[in-house]
């Protein structure tokens, strides 16, 4: 009875402690945009921010935020400057409370995904001075404070993906319109924030729909699934005309490691910085992964075991690709945009890494205190293994480094909100 007493009271700690963290960088985020919204690009409060509020005045922009934007200059100065730092805290919380919410679907508990979740909002690269001197320029990362549209697409992005891995889990039985209408509408509202997420989630898609049909999903179920992505195909084409229309003298070509190297003294380095906890995790898992992905295609009726794991690295790759191969012309040449889809891939490999993290643990705990029952019991030899010393130095250090990260996230958040440049050391 004490125990349990004890619990409650320290979970409701663990919440109101929780819940003033997260009033608090609300609060400073809603600070930070507010400052942004102020200044150009002279070195404070640096953002894109002030660009991208300047073009939709102008009646120019891409986006949707473009037109919130508009709606808002017929406030006050202030209304005016604190509506768009406001949104924008909203997008940013809601993708942290969402990222809790799949924690939690997958298996994680209520403390764990909290904290799990702050991780993966604040995680940024490996930081080391005497590879790139820049804490964020050179590298890729998940975490950006300084730009309107991504951080409007990471949130309706992170809902698509979830969204989406509802659909595909349950379709094999039943396929619900509505659910297909919603992820339609929020994919092709994704795609009017930024086009970037689409580019490295729909190729992934089909060909998870290509190995569901194999797996012996009805065809008309992936065709209707298929045709989801109409509207956001219409969006692309309006983008196409504003950002690439014969007038703007801007356009798309292949040019191998143009963008990695346009930023990064030694972008081979930096590339794999950017991602060593997700790896670091990878290897401890692709065996696993791919073993019970081979059980998959022998059973078809259960379908992919580790569909997230796979679509988040997937999608990873796509967006690697088109960062190595490809680059824009023009007035955008510079600004190196297909990095925008490659970082939400880098946050999404945070999240899932963060998960399968949590059950090796789980698992290595069991293990050991199996191992330790059956030392004191005397009972079998069968559990116990000579790797055992093995994983847990392996998954202390991939602990250590996970909480580098993060470490480098709030630092670069904090020197951020005090005005600094994203381009800080």
């Not at 590298?139 to 989406?164: E, P, R």
């Not at 319109?177 to 089909?206: D, E, H, R």
């Not at 191992?371 to 250090?397: F, H, L, Q, R, T």
Request: aromatic letters at 18%.
């Amino acid at each position: 009875m004490k125990n349990d007493k004890s619990k409650r009271i320290t979970g409701t700690i663990f919440i109101i402690i929780s819940s003033l963290c997260f009033a608090f960088y609300c609060f400073r985020l809603v600070l930070l945009h507010y400052n942004q919204t102020l200044y150009p690009i002279t070195g404070k409060y640096e953002s894109d921010l002030f660009a991208h509020i300047e073009m939709a005045l102008d009646g120019w922009g891409y986006s949707i935020l473009a037109v919130f934007f508009r709606l808002f200059s017929y406030l006050n100065d202030f209304g005016f400057h604190f509506a768009i730092a406001s949104l924008l805290c909203i997008f940013e919380a809601g993708t942290l409370a969402v990222t809790y919410i799949l924690l939690k679907k997958y298996g994680l508990g209520t403390k764990t995904a909290i904290v799990f979740s702050a991780f993966t909002g604040f995680a940024m690269p490996f930081y080391i001075r005497a590879i790139q001197p820049y804490r964020y320029i050179g590298y890729q990362s998940g975490s950006i404070w300084h730009n309107s549209t991504y951080i409007a697409m990471k949130f309706f992005a992170l809902l698509c993906i979830i969204l989406f891995l509802a659909i595909s889990e349950k379709y094999r039985e039943k396929l619900s319109v509505g659910s297909l209408m919603a992820f339609a509408l929020l994919l092709a509202a994704t795609t009017s924030v930024k086009t970037n997420f689409i580019l490295v989630f729909a190729p992934v898609a089909l060909l998870f729909l290509i190995v569901d049909a194999i797996l012996g999903v009805k065809i008309k179920y992936i065709i209707f699934s298929a045709l989801t992505v109409v509207p956001s195909i219409l969006v692309i084409l309006f983008q196409e005309y504003v950002l690439f229309g014969e007038s703007t003298g801007n356009g798309i070509i292949l040019d191998p490691l143009y963008s990695v190297y346009l930023r990064a003294e030694k972008p081979y380095f930096t590339m794999i910085l950017s991602l060593v906890f997700p790896l670091m995790v990878l290897f401890y898992n692709i065996f696993p992964v791919l073993k019970d992905t081979v059980s998959d295609f022998k059973d078809k009726k259960r379908g992919l075991t580790h569909r997230f794991f796979i679509l988040a690295w997937g999608m990873w790759f796509v967006g690697f690709l088109e960062l190595i191969l490809l680059r824009e012309t023009g007035a955008r040449e510079l600004d190196d945009n297909f990095a925008w889809g490659y970082d939400f891939c880098v946050f999404v490999l945070f999240v899932v890494s963060v998960i399968y993290f949590a059950r090796n643990v789980s698992a290595l705990t069991k293990k050991i205190v199996l191992c330790d029952m059956s030392e004191k019991e005397d009972i079998s030899d069968k559990d116990k293994s000579p790797a055992k010393g093995i994983g847990i130095a392996y998954e202390v250090v991939t602990f250590a480094v996970l909480l580098y990260q993060v470490y480098c996230g709030v630092y670069f958040f904090v020197r951020l909100s005090e005005g600094l440049t994203f381009f800080m050391q």
